[in-house]
C-alpha cells in the first residue's frame, strides 16, 4: 500500500523559511514524478513545484524563492521554502505517480503571517 507522508508545515512570519518533507512507503519512487501543490480556503489547488528525471519545474509565484529536491534513498521529496509571504498560506500536498500524481498524502498546514 503505496503511503505519503508530510510533515514539516507550521506558523512562520513574512520573510521566513520553512522546509516540508514528504515521506513515501509502499514502493520505491526513484523514478516516480513527485510534486507539492497547495490549496488556499476557498481556492482550488494549485501546482507549486515538481521533480521529475528531467530536472525541477516551478510554478512562476515560488521561482526563486522556493526549491524542490529529493533523497531517493530515504524516498523522501523535500520543499526548501524561503522569503514566505502571506499569500502563501496553505495547505501544502505532496503527489507522486510514475507520470502524474496517482497518490497523494495528507497535506501539512502552512500559515504565513504578516
Known amino acids: 500500500q503505496v503511503q505519503l507522508v508530510e510533515s514539516g508545515g507550521g506558523l512562520v512570519q513574512a520573510g521566513g523559511s520553512l522546509r516540508l518533507s514528504c515521506a513515501a512507503s509502499?514502493?520505491?519512487?526513484?523514478?516516480?514524478?513527485m510534486g507539492w501543490f497547495r490549496q488556499a480556503p476557498g481556492k482550488e489547488r494549485e501546482f507549486v513545484a515538481t521533480?521529475?528525471?528531467?530536472?525541477?519545474y516551478y510554478a512562476d509565484s515560488v521561482k526563486g524563492r522556493f526549491t524542490i529536491s529529493r533523497d531517493n534513498a530515504k524516498n523522501t521529496v523535500y520543499l526548501q521554502m524561503n522569503s514566505l509571504k502571506p499569500e502563501d498560506t496553505a495547505v501544502y500536498y505532496c503527489?507522486?505517480?510514475?507520470?502524474?500524481?496517482?497518490?497523494w498524502g495528507q497535506g501539512t498546514q502552512v500559515t504565513v503571517s504578516s
Open positions: 503527489g507522486a505517480g510514475p507520470a502524474g500524481y496517482d497518490y
Open positions: 509502499g514502493r520505491t519512487f526513484s523514478t516516480y514524478v
Open positions: 521533480i521529475r528525471l528531467g530536472g525541477a
